[in-house]
């Protein structure tokens, strides 16, 4: 006889698997947060939010955005900041909190439509996509994942509940749309499978939900506060870095392997939980007793498939308006693609044993590769702790020149060298060289030279121009680093600048750069 799962005890305990669930996940969470240096984005993300007041972040925002994102995640982070202090925890909190959120609605979700096996599979199989990783660092896009979910929950209780209940679903319908439409410019796309969801809906009942309809006009109609900081924001996307060359199939192709491939700790690893995943899918529909069940209302069926397919609508977004595009924009996407697969996984597993192998299978992956990542994050960090380690040539050198700045030409390294270098022969000596021109010329981006102007307008942050190098009598200290940012040796060759290395210094060539007939 099989032993299938209809009456199975351990739905009785459901309620402290999922408890365990969210307490080893928000484990995992802590543990790369506090071994995971910040990178460029969340250092912009950063200084923006440390500003004195939420006045001053709005003013920021509205005339020179250093990052061209509405308002919203900035204030809560702000916010953060001032209970927890500056650090690089508090942007990341928010973030954070929001991925545990998309769990518990998870949960909630398909056991309001009787899926509670399904429930444990949605609930763990996101901590094994590129979405976990984005939702740990401090950008928005855990809190819009968190938020996505929410709309979704809200949307299905006030479509199924009447009275007081059905009014909290409605506000919280329409409250979740309007702040992802408040956190991210892409944020009003996650608007459209409940959209699709209600139509399919109105079409099957024959009648239309006036309620649910006002709330989702209310969060659309919250676009108008976005629009004063999308024009701030359009200097960002005169030369973007990341811009659309890929081609429209490539750049999908890209998103959902970033989420579901790359995202599982490097592609080949990725592609073998994703094919092991579907092997068993088509070994148990195949099986002449167990065909697939996908017992779903319709509404909720097309709502899951259009968020999964989202990415499609970013990229037409991204081609027609920002020309500049990433997977995490459309982040929403991976809840829709977790609740069908544990849905699908649902109605081809049957038998206990089957589905218990499944949900070990895909907690031992994302716990294996969770904990892989943080070790490699923990290694980076410890790497740049070394490279503080000064050589006794370069040591001499910094001592015989303390009064010296030390110049830097990309962002991300100077931001990492000023605020973890705690060598008191390095603090506070660092410049950000900048160029608009010529960044632009060898880049073709002024990504790091726009970051730089506005960053020295409302912080102590330290910049200079490249002009600087030439000025005055003698050599100027750099700290080269070579990367696809870096467009300062191109630009002294070109200038037939003397360059003499010192020696390494926070993993980069400290070295001399003498400018005979000065820029």
């Known amino acids: 006889m099989k032993h299938v799962l209809s009456n199975s005890p351990w739905l009785s305990r459901l309620p402290y698997i999922a408890l365990t669930i969210l307490v080893v996940t928000a484990f995992l969470a802590l543990a790369h947060c506090f071994f995971t240096l910040m990178d460029f984005d969340e250092f912009v993300e950063f200084y923006t939010d440390s500003l004195p007041t939420a006045l001053s972040v709005i003013h920021l925002q509205l005339t020179t955005p250093i990052v061209a994102d509405p308002p919203l995640y900035h204030l809560i982070s702000h916010l953060s900041m001032d209970v927890l202090g500056r650090n690089a925890f508090a942007p990341r909190l928010p973030s954070i909190l929001g991925f545990l959120i998309m769990q518990v609605c998870t949960l909630v979700y398909l056991m309001r439509l009787g899926k509670k096996r399904a429930a444990i599979l949605a609930m763990i199989f996101p901590v094994l996509t590129g979405g976990f990783s984005e939702a740990l660092r401090g950008r928005p896009y855990g809190l819009i994942l968190g938020l996505c979910a929410v709309s979704f929950v809200s949307w299905q209780a006030a479509t199924r509940k009447d009275g007081w209940t059905q009014s909290i679903a409605l506000v919280g319908l329409g409250l979740s749309l309007a702040l992802i439409i408040n956190c991210h410019y892409f944020g009003v796309l996650l608007s459209f499978p409940i959209i699709a969801g209600e139509l399919t809906r109105s079409f099957n009942t024959r009648a239309v939900n ?69 092997i068993v899918i088509v070994l148990a529909s195949l099986r002449a007793e167990c065909r697939v069940h996908i017992c779903l209302p319709a509404h909720d ?59 070990a299978f895909i907690s031992i992956c994302a716990l294996t590769l969770s904990c892989r990542t943080t070790a490699s994050n923990h290694l980076a960090m410890r790497n740049l702790q070394q490279s503080m380690n000064l050589t006794p040539t370069v040591k001499a050198y910094l001592i015989d020149h303390s009064s010296e700045p030390i110049y830097i030409n990309q962002s991300q390294r100077y931001f990492e060298d000023n605020y973890y270098c705690t060598a008191p022969i390095l603090k506070g000596r660092f410049r950000l060289l900048y160029d608009p021109q010529m960044e632009l010329h060898w880049t073709h981006t002024d990504l790091n030279s726009i970051t730089a102007l506005y960053l020295a307008r409302v912080t102590e942050l330290q910049v200079a121009p490249y002009d600087q190098l030439g000025a005055g009598r003698g050599g100027k200290a750099v700290i080269e680093y070579r990367s696809s940012w870096e467009w300062l040796s191109n630009q002294l060759s070109a200038d037939h600048d003397t360059v003499t290395p010192v020696g390494e210094l926070l993993g980069g060539e400290l070295e001399i750069v003498s400018a005979p007939g000065g820029h």
């Open 210 to 278: 006036w309620k649910a309809w006002s709330a989702i006009g209310a969060a659309l109609s919250s676009t108008i506060l976005i629009v004063p900081f999308a024009r701030a924001a359009t200097i960002h996307r005169v030369h973007p870095f990341s811009t659309l060359q890929a081609g429209f199939l490539k750049e999908v192709y890209n998103t959902y392997s970033t989420f579901y491939v790359a995202g599982m700790g490097g592609r080949s690893v990725g592609i073998a939980i994703i094919l092991t995943l579907f």
């Open 301 to 359: 069926l097309v709502a899951l498939i259009v968020l999964f397919i989202v990415p499609f609508f970013g990229i037409i977004l991204a081609y027609a308006v920002s020309h500049t595009f990433s997977a995490r924009y459309v982040i929403g996407s991976i809840f829709g693609g977790s609740v069908l697969l544990a849905i699908i996984l649902e109605g081809s597993l049957h038998r206990k044993r089957e589905l218990w192998s499944i949900v």
